[in-house]
């Protein structure tokens, strides 16, 4: 198997893990440098992801697969690692059968928010650890955002600015994060909800995988997150806590979507950040 969008190394793992591998689907996105290739090897579907040189992202995903999919894996809803080379940014699972939740009826079912929440509840539980900096490393990194190019106005940049360099820094609970929770990765295949890219899964604090869904589909449905509530268990978002990570979202969202000139996605992040400034 080749494909001139791999490095010659890439390429070379590919042809050793999974000779003679058909290339059937390019499920690449196109905004960054992450190749994504459906393949068929021995009769069986696999994915290929593959970073360039600027990727950051394919280590993530391998430390997700290694220390914490297990309860998700388990259950078939979530893909199995096969291989992975973290040097040459190189990563294989089995295909998870489904369709993206995304843009189907699907999307605006309780059913499918209160499978997620129990979903999210079983990669949050598995571990938690005191962590005194990561408040302050995220009100550097929302300070970093603001000093990029963006078109974020004047003014409220600035009091975008005051507030975040107002921010207290305490110590916060840390869990396993997918970090980009919502219905565009999961999967649904015989109304059965499953879950794939894991990417930006970090160590963060559980309300943050609450972000994406509440900038979006719970904004027109409450239902939606009543659902979800009641499959997670609880509500993790204390009111100041909730309120920085709102503002770092927003403030993130509008910045990176102006760099790769997104602009239906920059257009909510500075929904986002009225809706915070606001609220």
Known sequence: MSSGQLSRRQRELLDDWLPGAEVVKDHSWGLVGTIVLELLYDGAR??????????????????????????????????????????????????????????TEHEWRPDTYRQAGELLRLLHEQLAVEDEDFEARGQAKALWWLDQ?????????????EQVESWPTPTITLVPTHGDWQPRNWLVYHDVVSVIDFGRADLRPALT????LSAQQFRTNPELEQAFLDGYGTD???????????????????????????EQFEQQGHRMIAEALTN
Not at 67 to 89: C, F, I, N, S, Y
Not at 149 to 161: G, V, W
Not at 209 to 212: L, P, T, V
């Open 46 to 103: 696999h994915v290929v992801k593959a970073g360039d040189e600027r990727d950051s992202h394919l280590a993530r995903e391998m430390r997700a697969h290694r220390e914490w999919l297990g309860p998700w894996t388990m259950r078939g809803r979530a893909p199995q690692l096969v291989h992975a080379d973290e040097d040459a940014k190189l990563i294989v699972t089995r295909f998870l059968p489904g369709e993206l939740v995304e843009g």
């Open 149 to 161: 190019p963006h078109r974020i106005a004047p003014d409220i940049a600035e009091r975008l600015r």
């Open 209 to 212: 995988d609450f972000a994406r």
């Open 236 to 262: 993790p978002r204390e009111p100041e806590a909730w309120r920085r990570n709102r503002i770092r979202e927003a403030i993130g969202t509008a910045v990176w979507a102006y760099r790769v000139r997104e």
